[in-house]
């Protein structure tokens, strides 16, 4: 919907573009290739692979080939606009769906899912990523659109919104969720049910200050 809308490409797509523009390899070419230069950025980053991250790799160019050449095009702005519109919230969906499944990411979605894992939102690091190589692919001679600039600050806000009620319970790839103690730092909330109350004695430092809080009255653990 987005490429049949015809009013500028992903900022990942003006990169491949510049790139192939630059060398002379075919954009198809140019797309694996960057791939695997991408997951080498996901080693410092601590992100895995998984039979997601294949199967991203293999079907979003599949279901391209696919249906692309069959959806209708047309001159007029406002079809378009909604092409534009219905293609950023299916790839925002869609990216909600199967990385809620907890089975691996893409190689793009995989550098936005670990630089969140290290306290920058979801809604800031895919628009992070996306800037740099919208910059880059401009550099480089690829076209800005109207789509272009929807997408670059549309799709970290919609996967912000998404993922969340998209994710399976029991996701085990999702980023931990954290509190503070004073004099321990920041820890693993613990599940609720054994120690999730423990977040509510902010000086909670030592066994015999847990059990005198506990003999209070004010007990933390939950059968």
């Given at each position: 919907m987005f490429l049949a809308g015809n009013l500028g490409l992903a900022p990942w797509d003006v990169f491949h573009k510049?790139?192939?523009?630059?060398?002379?390899?075919?954009?198809?070419?140019?797309?694996?290739?960057?791939?695997?230069?991408?997951?080498?950025?996901?080693?410092?980053?601590?992100?895995?692979?998984?039979?997601?991250?294949?199967?991203?790799?293999?079907?979003?160019?599949?279901?391209?080939?696919?249906?692309?050449?069959?959806?209708?095009?047309?001159?007029?702005?406002i079809p378009r606009l909604l092409y534009v519109a219905g293609g950023l919230l299916s790839i925002a969906i869609g990216s909600g769906l199967?990385?809620?499944?907890?089975?691996?990411?893409?190689?793009?979605?995989?550098?936005?899912?670990?630089?969140?894992?290290?306290?920058?939102?979801i809604r800031a690091a895919r628009t992070g990523v996306e800037l740099a190589v919208l910059v880059a692919?401009?550099?480089?001679?690829?076209?800005?659109g109207v789509g272009t600039v929807a997408f670059t600050f549309g799709i970290g806000p919609l996967c912000q919104v998404l993922m969340p009620p998209l994710r399976?319970?029991?996701?085990?790839?999702?980023?931990?969720?954290?509190?503070?103690?004073q004099g321990v730092g920041r820890v693993q909330r613990p599940p609720v049910g054994r120690l999730g109350r423990l977040d509510q004695f902010p000086h909670a430092g030592s066994v015999r200050e847990r059990r005198a809080q506990r003999g209070a009255g004010g007990g933390y653990l939950q059968s």
């Open positions: 510049g790139v192939s523009n630059k060398t002379g390899i075919p954009v198809g070419i140019v797309i694996e290739i960057t791939g695997v230069f991408i997951l080498l950025l996901w080693i410092p980053l601590r992100e895995r692979l998984g039979i997601g991250t294949i199967l991203n790799a293999i079907e979003i160019g599949l279901v391209v080939f696919l249906i692309g050449d069959h959806l209708p095009t047309t001159e007029l702005l199967y990385i809620g499944a907890g089975l691996g990411s893409g190689p793009r979605d995989g550098l936005m899912l670990g630089l969140s894992k290290r306290g920058i939102s692919g401009v550099l480089l001679g690829g076209s800005v399976m319970k029991g996701d085990h790839h999702a980023p931990a969720r954290q509190f503070h103690v």
